[in-house]
């Protein structure tokens, strides 16, 4: 996936956590980790709360995965 698809993912958060974690993870990296989060909270959580609870579950992964390698 290019970075530029990033945009195209369902909900309007990938691209922040994409720049806020450019110079530690690569992209794809935190492409796979939007689209697992949302794939493991998609019919668990309301759909209005769906974007904000991805971008939240995906960036506490990233940190997770980060703080594992340290």
């Known amino acids: 996936m290019r ?3 990033v ?3 369902r ?3 990938p691209q922040p956590l994409a720049e806020e974690f450019a110079e530690i993870v690569p992209t794809w990296l935190v492409q796979a980790e939007v689209r697992r989060a949302e ?3 998609r019919g668990q959580v309301p759909g209005g709360s769906l ?3 991805v971008h939240r579950l995906a960036r506490e992964r990233l940190r997770q995965r980060l703080h594992a390698g340290a």
Do not use: C, G, R, Y
Request: net charge negative; glycine share 0%.
């Open 51 to 53: 974007p904000e609870l």
């Open 11 to 13: 909900h309007p958060k």
């Open 3 to 5: 970075t530029d698809d």
């Open 7 to 9: 945009q195209t993912l």
């Open 39 to 41: 794939s493991d909270l």
